[in-house]
């Protein structure tokens, strides 16, 4: 199963677009471009949790209500191999297959839509989402609905991971599901009898306690002056083995110590706390297709971190299906077999893709070459310079012309070379003004304007 395309329709800043994906996917843009709205736009589509919320007028492009807010989603199923059952059984592509029945045509099997459609109810004040599925747009059925739950929950399961997730709220909501009792072996069951017997000791020595009895005696002599009854108020310590998991933290320890920490730090927090968040979706989503939302994560993350986390992502393979918002090069430094989109165009937002992958010559040079083009996409234009010289005589008249020619989203690249196709490709399908210079070519490029700094 692949990831293939993304078409948004009159939904907040988007009118009209239409977006490449791949199963790997990032998303950049300046702030408030819609990275986190096209976020929704998925999260509508296959997230049962936002979906059940409807639309608002707020929602529709321009509050325009009169249209519909469309949301389609293009699925390639060509992966699947159809002689080989226990092949299709395991395989993502056979989980929808299974589940979608006859809404696919024989006309176009490799391919499946799932699209949402919402009209606004002036009456209601409320657009409520329409979901439909199929090989083509003009045979797609309604998808089976049984009260908030429709069949695309079956297959998909979205796991949104919060750009502010705070490690001890995340790890109290969710103890219960990182310590199931499926897990519980022999030794354990043991345990809790022996842990049992300890608390009722416990509890004992605790009501024994000099401090509870003389209390007891002040209230029970408290109590007798309203009423005279031949009784004793006892204080009883009710500690129990079934609460022994809400004194669970998470502590940190080093290779080697015998001490444990604390995991302060917001950097370690946030990377424990992903841990935690991808341990239990894994666990508790594994019979679904997982796509994880991952909303900027360099946040409080050290740069080093940050490239750690990049070879979590495209080399690792820690998430099957993701899509990803950033601002960070070093998150991109790894990036391999990716789809890049970028956002630009505050009001009415449009959309660059591209899908990167390390050009073979470059196969042993590949981190030199990502880190170039990492830092150059985020911005709206690049000169390209072949080697140092071009680069500080550039530099200093920029810095001599306009100083904030990188605030003002120009960005001078230096190549190291005179092999300009990875960038040239790849700035032209992002939608990226670039200009070239070498030693050599004293005028513009060929077809290329060197108006760099208008």
């Given at each position: 199963m692949e990831f293939k395309k993304l078409v948004i329709e009159n939904f907040r800043n988007f009118s009209s677009i239409e977006i490449d994906l791949s199963?790997?996917?990032?998303?950049?843009?300046?702030?408030?471009?819609?990275?986190?709205?096209?976020?929704?736009?998925?999260?509508?589509?296959?997230?049962?949790?936002?979906?059940?919320?409807?639309?608002?007028?707020?929602?529709?492009?321009?509050?325009?209500?009169?249209?519909?807010?469309?949301?389609?989603?293009?699925?390639?199923?060509?992966?699947?191999?159809?002689?080989?059952?226990?092949?299709?059984?395991?395989?993502?592509s056979r989980l929808l297959i299974s589940t979608v029945a006859g809404a696919r045509k024989n006309a176009s099997l490799d391919t499946f839509l799932i699209s949402l459609e919402a009209m606004y109810d002036e009456k209601e004040l409320f657009g409520n989402p329409v979901l439909s599925w199929g090989s083509t747009l003009d045979d797609l059925v309604e998808v089976p609905q049984y009260g908030t739950r429709?069949?695309?929950?079956?297959?998909?399961?979205?796991?949104?991971?919060n750009p502010a997730i705070e490690l001890d709220v995340f790890f109290k909501r969710n103890r219960k599901l990182l310590f199931s009792d499926d897990t519980k072996t022999d030794e354990d069951v043991a345990l809790e009898?022996?842990?049992?017997?300890?608390?009722?000791?416990?509890?004992t020595n605790i009501s024994n306690l000099s401090l509870i009895t003389s209390v007891q005696s002040q209230l029970t002599d408290?109590?007798?002056?309203?009423?005279?009854?031949?009784?004793?108020?006892?204080?009883?310590?009710?500690?129990?083995?079934?609460?022994?998991?809400?004194?669970?933290?998470?502590?940190?320890?080093?290779?080697g110590d015998t001490q444990n920490y604390p995991t302060s730090g917001d950097g370690r927090k946030k990377l424990l706390s992903y841990a935690i968040?991808?341990?239990?979706?894994?666990?508790?989503y594994s019979s679904k297709v997982i796509i994880y939302l991952i909303e900027e994560p360099e946040n409080s993350l050290h740069r080093s971190i940050q490239v750690s986390l990049s070879k979590q992502l495209f080399i690792q393979n820690i998430y099957e299906y993701f899509f990803l918002t950033t601002h960070s090069a070093e998150v991109l430094y790894e990036m391999n077999n990716t789809q890049l989109i970028k956002i630009t165009n505050q009001q009415e937002a449009t959309g660059h893709s591209s899908y990167y992958k390390v050009p073979s010559e470059f196969s042993n040079l590949k981190k030199k070459l990502n880190i170039?083009?990492?830092?150059?996409?985020?911005?709206?234009?690049?000169?390209?310079?072949?080697?140092?010289?071009?680069?500080?005589?550039?530099?200093?008249?920029?810095?001599?012309?306009?100083?904030d020619f990188e605030a003002e989203g120009k960005y001078l690249l230096q190549v190291n070379g005179i092999n300009f196709k990875p960038y040239a490709k790849l700035y032209r399908e992002l939608g990226i003004e670039f200009f070239v210079k070498t030693d050599n070519d004293l005028k513009a490029s060929r077809g290329i304007n060197m108006n760099f700094l208008r």
């Open positions: 199963n790997k996917n990032v998303i950049f843009g300046m702030n408030d471009s819609g990275k986190t709205n096209l976020l929704f736009a998925i999260r509508y589509l296959l997230d049962r949790s936002i979906r059940n919320k409807g639309f608002i007028k707020s929602d529709y492009h321009k509050h325009d209500i009169s249209k519909p807010i469309k949301i389609q989603l293009e699925i390639d199923l060509s992966d699947r191999e159809e002689d080989d059952e226990e092949s299709l059984k395991s395989s993502h429709s069949d695309i929950d079956k297959i998909f399961q979205i796991v949104y991971v009898k022996a842990i049992e017997s300890s608390i009722i000791d416990l509890n408290a109590y007798k002056s309203y009423r005279k009854e031949d009784l004793e108020i006892k204080i009883q310590s009710e500690i129990s083995i079934s609460g022994y998991l809400d004194n669970l933290t998470p502590y940190i320890n080093w290779n968040n991808h341990l239990i979706s894994e666990k508790q170039s083009l990492a830092q150059s996409i985020f911005y709206d234009r690049v000169l390209l310079v072949e080697g140092p010289s071009e680069y500080y005589l550039f530099s200093s008249i920029f810095e001599y012309i306009s100083p």
